[in-house]
């Protein structure tokens, strides 16, 4: 397939990178910093601004498929307002190129822990990640409301962090997985395993998912 990626030189989007590239699709990585994108076959840099939807626009037409694991930087404090800037410019920009399949990376904050209650409104939910949480559930929010795209949201579980590539996970929807009494977990390349799976072989068309180890 042909597939742009936008964010690929993120934690999340550097390991969707690699995935897509070893499984021989051709790959855009749609980057502020093309200088920061590694050398691998089939993939070439194109540096656009996520803040604009016609930038997006120019950057994804023509392509199978878009994945953003955009994020604007966990240390800035208004990430909140920025991530959704960014959602919504890439949203406009993802339909205004005509393709249709679309799947968005967010977090693990609007997941439930429990009926009603997402982690992000718990009491221990760490303050550091709140904001970055609230943009990211709020574009999913908003995706809930597209009916034109075959969008996906793919929530990572509670505990996400380098590891092996297992190419082994479960899948779950709204809730958080667990292991055992405790959160589920899940290297950053078997998420993008679960990613690149779901672009090949859909099967959450208009619909948030989760995926943690097995």
Not at 93 to 115: C, Q, T
Not at 173 to 179: H, I
Not at 200 to 208: A, G, L, S, V
Request: charged content about 15%.
């Amino acid at each position: 397939m042909k597939i742009a990626l936008i964010g690929a030189t993120g934690f999340v989007g550097s390991a969707i990178l690699q995935e897509l590239a070893n499984r021989g699709h051709q790959v855009t990585a749609v980057v502020s910093n093309i200088a920061k994108v590694p050398a691998l076959a089939n993939v070439t840099a194109r540096a656009s601004n996520a803040y604009d939807a016609a930038d997006i626009a120019a950057a994804v037409a023509g392509h199978d498929a878009v994945i953003s694991a955009f994020n604007p930087g966990w240390g800035k404090p208004d990430i909140q307002a920025l991530f959704l800037q960014g959602h919504n410019a890439i949203v406009a920009g993802v339909k205004a190129a005509g393709v249709a399949d679309f799947l968005e990376v967010g977090g693990a904050g609007s997941l439930y822990i429990a009926p009603g209650l997402q982690l992000i409104d718990t009491p221990d939910f760490p303050a550091e990640w709140k904001e970055g949480a609230l943009g990211a559930r709020e574009a999913l929010n908003l995706l809930r409301a597209e009916s034109s795209l075959k969008w996906r949201f793919v929530s990572p579980p509670v505990f996400l962090a380098p590891g092996e590539r297992t190419g082994q996970y479960r899948v779950g929807g709204d809730d958080v997985l667990f292991a055992g009494e405790q959160p589920a977990g899940i290297s950053v390349a078997d998420l993008a395993v679960a990613i690149v799976d779901e672009i090949e072989t859909p099967k959450h068309i208009q619909q948030r998912f989760t995926a943690a180890s097995v």
